[in-house]
């Protein structure tokens, strides 16, 4: 049972390995709302992909549960951790970015001459997310500490890989997230705040009461809702802004 930790990191890890197969195969294609308008959507790869992303933030969690359930800790551990994490939210949602650019360009009349120095800017979530893990390795939080120090990199893989979502289920949505000015400010965005220094509040609090559980319950309340009456898809990504703006908004002295 030891190494039930360590092996829940290597499926986070092997998620986040397939999830890069299924987007490195995607080829965004041209759909049409009527016969004047038309826009690029992802393709089911990306989608699979995704998902995966998904699949790996849940083998994330559950070695986290294993590891304090059974107290087995080690460095080894810690550092396996990281580099599972840095493929699986960092190279992952990176390549997912990087297919969404590709499909902005296809969209522009020199379609065909595009350069891939414009899609690389995709690759600074995976160089920022190394650098807010590395940081977080030697500056990790106290046991009983409420927040993280900077957006965590699974918080960006998740967000990354529900735009690819909305793309797929609510293109009408997703449309705005195939305009390159939008892609390259999220993309600005997600790097600033990886190694910002923003108490970002954690989702499993020190101390279950509500005064320090009450945001965590409002962002539960607000995918709800909006899963149920609006889009499971749109869901994500809205609770996700939510939970930057709560973090930014309410300081750590202020909930103890």
């Not at 909305?166 to 997703?174: E, F």
Request: a positive charge.
């Amino acid at each position: 049972m030891k190494h039930l930790p360590n092996i829940l990191t290597l499926a986070n890890l092997f998620s986040g390995c397939l999830a890069i197969a299924f987007i490195l195969n995607a080829q965004p294609y041209l759909a049409s709302i009527n016969d004047a308008d038309y826009w690029v959507i992802c393709t089911e790869q990306m989608v699979v992909g995704a998902y995966l992303i998904g699949i790996a933030a849940i083998f994330d969690m559950l070695d986290g549960f294993a590891a304090r359930a059974l107290q087995v800790f080690s460095p080894i551990g810690k550092d396996l951790d990281s580099l599972a994490d840095l493929v699986s939210f960092g190279v992952a949602p990176s390549m997912l970015l990087m297919k969404m650019l590709w499909a902005a360009k296809m969209q522009q009349s020199n379609a065909m001459d595009v350069s891939m120095w414009s899609m690389a800017p995709a690759f600074l979530v995976a160089c920022f997310g190394a650098l807010r893990l590395a940081r977080f390795n030697i500056t990790a939080p106290s046991k009983g500490s409420y927040t993280f120090q900077g957006m965590p990199i699974p918080a960006t893989g998740i967000f990354v890989a529900s735009i690819a979502l909305l793309n797929w289920y609510a293109p009408v949505v997703g449309v705005y997230l195939q305009k390159l000015w939008i892609l390259y400010v999220i993309i600005a965005l997600l790097c600033w705040l990886m190694i910002s220094k923003i108490p970002f509040f954690k989702f499993l609090p020190a101390a279950f009461n509500f005064k320090n559980i009450w945001r965590q319950l409002l962002l539960i309340v607000v995918f709800i809702t909006t899963a149920i009456f609006i889009s499971l898809y749109v869901a994500l990504p809205l609770t996700f802004v939510i939970y930057i703006l709560l973090s930014i908004i309410i300081k750590p002295s202020e909930e103890q």
